[in-house]
């Protein structure tokens, strides 16, 4: 068992996250915070608005954010380190500047951020690193310093939890079918200039395959088309038309399978999510399903890791590692652990188009 340092020098962790309305009246000040400075149309944000008026108004992903911090809580308390937790989002309350001030306030020096993002890219590392800049000049002299844990793509702590859920989707399914199901993975589309820019789409990748092998469905389906077990498709673009993002999109893609027959039924994996927020609910759970019932095509929809018990032993063992002297950094496949310091270079901010 690795030891903990007895003098790790953090006395607290900070849970950073995005987000989301809590009530009617507040979903368009939330997404009006979202898109600021963004490029995306009037009409685009009325769309997205009624995708929440859709859920009574409130987004799932500050309860969901409220079970993970218990689920740590608690196995922090059972197995520590006894640090206390607190949490900060980018687009709605708490925000990160009220939650360092409290931290200050509190005698918090430094404290360890864990993002509930598994990837690397600009909106979900390099923009949060920014967020929390700018939260600790608003707070002034005395903000706490914050050190973000690594990403986790491929650790065995949200792999395996992933490939659980893939396997209780898989099961929903009737018999016949679970066999030939085609696994479609889902995670947010961005603009390429951004993905150009990180290691986004190379991790989500990597990803697919460590979860894919887990079910036992990696590789190819030996039949006259070679089709393969799984596919990484995108989801919840936002940007002008004209503006190239990541494709192919969930809803084109499953056109084409039922096209092509190219499988019986499919099973959806929200990889690129950790919680089951308002965009897995409405791009996934209405949208995606209402074209497969269209479409004829069995679906199952997988679960995100939300609070499983191994996701959340994973984020102490992120929180044991740094504190440690020696430590084990675990990750399976090739790619290793990730760094724990960001280069200077690390999901840049995308080019504006002229």
């Known amino acids: 068992m690795t030891e903990i340092n007895p003098n790790p020098n953090y ?38 608005s009624e995708h929440y008026q859709h859920f009574g108004g409130r987004s799932p992903i500050n309860q969901q954010n409220r079970q ?10 059972q197995h520590g380190p006894h640090l206390p937790i607190y949490w900060g989002n980018r687009n709605w309350h708490p925000m990160l500047a009220d939650t360092l001030r409290q ?8 404290a360890l951020g864990f993002f509930t993002s598994a990837y690397s890219s ?20 005395g903000a706490p310093q914050v050190d973000k844990l690594r990403v986790f793509f491929n650790h065995p702590g949200f792999v395996l939890p992933m490939a659980e859920r893939v396997r209780t989707a898989t099961a929903q399914l009737p018999e016949p079918l679970r066999d030939q199901a085609h696994i479609i993975f889902t995670a947010h589309s961005i603009p390429l200039s951004m993905a150009q820019g990180c290691n986004y789409v190379k991790q989500l990748e ?10 036992g469905r ?41 096209q092509e ?14 919680s089951d927020h308002m965009e897995v609910l409405y791009d996934l759970d209405t949208e995606a399903l209402d074209l497969c019932q269209q479409l004829d095509l069995p679906m199952a929809r997988a679960g995100t ?42 999901c840049l901010m995308p080019r504006r188009p002229v």
């Open 103 to 110: 931290m200050k306030a509190d005698g918090i020096q430094r």
């Open 122 to 141: 600009y909106s979900g590392c390099r923009q949060y690193r920014e967020n929390i800049a700018a939260a600790q000049a608003e707070v002034g002299e």
């Open 305 to 346: 890791v939300g609070a499983h018990p191994a996701f959340i032993s994973m984020i102490r063992e992120l929180i044991v590692e740094r504190m440690s002297a020696d430590p084990v950094r675990l990750a399976l496949g090739a790619f290793g652990p990730s760094h724990d310091v960001c280069p200077l270079d690390c």
């Open 11 to 48: 006395d607290a962790i900070l849970l950073v996250s995005f987000g989301g309305p809590e009530a009617p009246e507040e979903v368009m000040p939330f997404l009006e915070n979202v898109l600021r400075g963004k490029n995306v149309p009037r009409e685009r944000m009325l769309a997205v």
């Open 218 to 258: 990696s590789g190819l389906v030996s039949n006259e088309l070679a089709r393969p077990t799984h596919r990484l498709v995108f989801q919840s673009r936002s940007g002008p038309a004209t503006q190239p993002w990541l494709e192919p999109d969930i809803l084109d893609y499953l056109r084409q399978v039922k």
């Open 206 to 215: 990597e990803a697919c395959r460590l979860v894919s092998a887990e079910v």
């Open 68 to 77: 993970l911090i218990a689920a740590l809580d608690a196995e922090l308390a």
């Open 261 to 274: 027959q190219a499988a019986p039924a499919v099973v959806i994996a929200p990889i690129g999510f950790i």
